[in-house]
């Protein structure tokens, strides 16, 4: 490749594999919003050289086992009350039978997700895990699953805010876990902001369970949800607040960039979305920041315009489902995998699956599952085609 010369000092160092300091990604942004043309084709020339010719996604399923939530986060439609219709509390059963139902659609992730401590506010949570046999919803997590990996998938768990111990035990199943940062200002929390009403989402809480899942040795996929009344400034110093866990223990695997959707049963629903154009620069920011680290864009949040997004440095679509929806965000469907696949193709890129955790990262998975996770991959890490379709 022949060497490109940027006017950006800081770009060109980037290139020449030297980091850059935040106040340098904060000029960067600035003058991408005259000029993006630098910052793309770095990023660009990064994602290249550090990912290849590829982007992967998992074929997974949505176990939505409880959604019932000790927070209000004033974006969320995901969050149940009891008595409406939306009320998802899975049983032991249909745990299995899901399971089963996304081995026969050749899934290979099984994603739990749960609101934050139900039990803590709800008494129909409390009564929901007695029936089940449990005390907390962690310990159903824990037991969800043993029977998601009894029937063949691999469990990822994103459950809120955990405790160390219950990560620790999460790991005897879980080849990785889930936690969004959303975003590391304190600001945000404060009175009319997003998450005046969540404690878990404050950045220090958060930033706790990044760094235990590093103690513990957990691969972990986080990320920052992009247009809830941040500033630019704010999405990069949470890019750097990941960055600076994951230099400590190298166990961040993703970074997910999130675009907010307005619900209409929420307090944001007037907010319009962000801009293309300031989502993607952060993107390209981003890869720009951590050159080697997995980032994601969820396909169906942006889907006319998501396989552009291949050359401002992504290199995952995260999971998509061929058998549950987006409970997070229920009014955008997923796109079939085939046509992700034509579009990612379209745009100069293979499309491969791998499983919920990075080839990269299969050192830190608990020794009793590394055995099932060579079985199910070929040589490289991704899923086995014969796995596939
Ligand atoms: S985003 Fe998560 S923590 Fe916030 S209200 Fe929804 S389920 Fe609860």
Redesign the pocket.
């Known amino acids: 490749m022949s060497k490109l010369t940027l006017i950006s000092e800081a770009l060109n160092r980037v290139i020449d594999n030297k980091e850059i300091l935040k106040e340098e990604s904060y000029q960067i942004f600035e003058e991408s919003q005259r000029n993006s043309f630098e910052l793309y084709k770095t990023s660009q020339i990064l994602r290249n050289k550090y990912k290849g010719t590829s982007v992967t996604y998992s074929r997974k399923v949505f176990f939505n086992l409880i959604n019932l ?1 000790r ?3 004033s974006y ?1 439609t ?2 149940s009350e009891p008595g409406q219709s939306k009320i998802s509390m899975m049983s032991k059963h249909d745990v299995q039978n899901l399971a089963k139902l996304g081995k026969t659609h050749k899934c290979t992730e099984a994603l739990f997700v749960t ?2 401590r139900p039990e803590q506010k709800y008494q129909e949570a409390r009564t929901w895990l007695k029936e089940n046999g449990f005390t907390s919803t962690a310990e159903y997590l824990i037991h969800a699953s043993e029977i998601a990996l009894s029937e063949g998938l691999f469990p990822h768990t994103n459950a ?1 805010n955990l405790t160390k111990s219950e990560m620790n035990e999460l790991k005897k199943t879980n080849v990785s876990l889930g936690l969004m940062l959303e975003n590391s200002s304190m600001r945000l929390s404060q009175s009319g902001m997003p998450h005046e009403s ?1 404690p ?2 404050h950045p220090k809480a958060r930033l706790r369970v990044l760094k235990d899942a590093g103690e513990l040795g957990i691969p972990i996929t986080t990320g920052v949800l992009i247009g809830i009344g941040e500033t630019a400034f704010e999405i990069i110093d949470s890019i750097y607040a990941i960055k600076e866990i994951h230099k400590k223990y190298g166990h961040i695997q993703e970074i997910i960039f999130q675009n907010f959707q307005p619900k209409l049963d929420t307090r944001m629903k007037n907010i319009p979305s962000p801009e293309e154009k300031y989502f993607k620069t952060l993107v390209a920011l981003a890869r720009v920041i951590m050159p080697e680290m997995n980032i994601q864009i969820p396909p169906n949040l942006s889907p006319d315009t998501y396989a552009s997004f291949l050359s401002v440095g992504i290199n995952d679509w995260g999971g998509i489902s061929p058998l549950t929806p987006d409970y997070i965000n229920p009014e955008f469907s997923w796109p079939s995998i085939d046509t992700v696949a034509k579009n990612s193709l379209k745009a100069g890129f293979e499309l491969k699956a791998r499983l919920p955790v990075y080839p990269e990262f299969f050192s830190f998975v608990h020794p009793d599952l590394k055995y099932i996770i060579s079985e199910g991959t070929d040589s490289e890490g991704f899923v086995k085609t014969e796995y596939q379709k």
């Open positions: 939530c927070d209000t986060c969320c995901y969050k609101g934050e809120g969540a878990s989402k």
